[in-house]
């Protein structure tokens, strides 16, 4: 898996290397974030568990600018370390990890997007074996704030399951995201 992370990260670079880091966004693009999440709902389907959790994220994005307002990034969102009762006090951490397209609209302020993927969700507790992963699709919009710094408000939904358990998630977030372009 690393090594083809790196063949795609190299790619992308020759790829790209022309109009990388220019100030436009075509080229090579790499960014990353943190935020919050006020919902992030996890329903384990055997148990009758819902648990609702507020987790700090970090945002990962490395992706190509097609033109000037079009990309599309390998996105990467971590929630971690947030203790939960109905899970007996366990630690969960949650990540999606995916491709992502991002639709920017010209304004004379702020640049507005929206965005689409498809993720590979990671769900993991200290509680027994709960933990999995799955499919998910995201949702989200945002505006670019300065010309390097945006913000973005996302919508996780998917399954996740494990060899015991079904999971259904959902997670709401916010973000704020650092893009060298």
Known sequence: MKKLLFIIIILLLFYSGSNAFD???????????????????CNIKKTNLKETFDPLILNGKIGHGMNKNNL????IFYSFGHK??????????????GIRWFHYFNSNKYKLN???GISILNFKTDFVNIGGHGLGVVVG????????????ISYVYGNSASEDYDNNHRMLSFTLTALAY
């Open 23 to 41: 100030g436009k966004l075509k080229g090579f693009v790499i960014g990353g974030g943190v935020g919050y999440s006020p919902y992030t709902s």
């Open 72 to 75: 599309i990034v390998v996105d």
């Open 84 to 97: 939960t009762k109905k899970l007996l006090d366990s630690k969960t951490y949650f990540w999606a990890n």
């Open 141 to 152: 919009t945002g505006a670019q704030i300065k010309k390097h710094l945006q913000i973005e």
């Open 114 to 116: 929206y965005s689409l």
